[in-house]
């Protein structure tokens, strides 16, 4: 059974930091990519930032381009999303995503098959 277990939300200040961690198990992720998204109160889910399988390409969100940074430990089977300059806007659960294919970086949330069950991350004004 494959899982996703993320860790690390809370309450901040606007302007904080927070490091998010996940981790998988039941699989290996070492050839496909790792994605998070993030889910605010009435709003569809959004994609935040991949990483590529390599751990040598990394993508993000207009919203958060400079801010956040995902990396990935292969041999840990783990990734994790840094982020700087939090904003209230950035309230939201956060959800780990890990795609079912192989040498793809996807961006859409249809397009991963595992999730974990989200952290909540909450930025006050």
């Known amino acids: 059974q494959v899982q996703l277990v993320e860790s690390g939300g809370g309450l901040v200040q606007a302007g904080a930091s927070l490091r998010l961690s996940c981790t998988a198990s039941?699989?290996?992720?070492?050839?496909?990519?790792m994605g998070w998204f993030r889910q605010a109160p009435g709003k569809e889910r959004e994609f935040v930032a991949v990483?590529?399988?390599?751990?040598?390409?990394?993508y993000y969100a207009d919203a958060v381009k400079g801010r956040f940074t995902i990396s990935r430990d292969n041999t840990k089977n783990m990734v994790w999303l840094q982020m700087s300059s939090l904003k209230p806007e950035d309230t939201a659960v956060y959800y780990c995503?890990?795609?079912?294919?192989?040498?793809?970086?996807?961006?859409?949330?249809?397009?991963?098959?595992?999730w974990g069950q989200g952290t909540q991350v909450t930025v006050s004004s």
């Open positions: 995503a890990g795609d079912r294919s192989a040498w793809r970086v996807p961006f859409g949330a249809k397009d991963y098959s595992y």
């Open positions: 990483i590529k399988w390599t751990g040598d390409r990394a």
């Open positions: 039941g699989r290996t992720f070492s050839a496909s990519a």
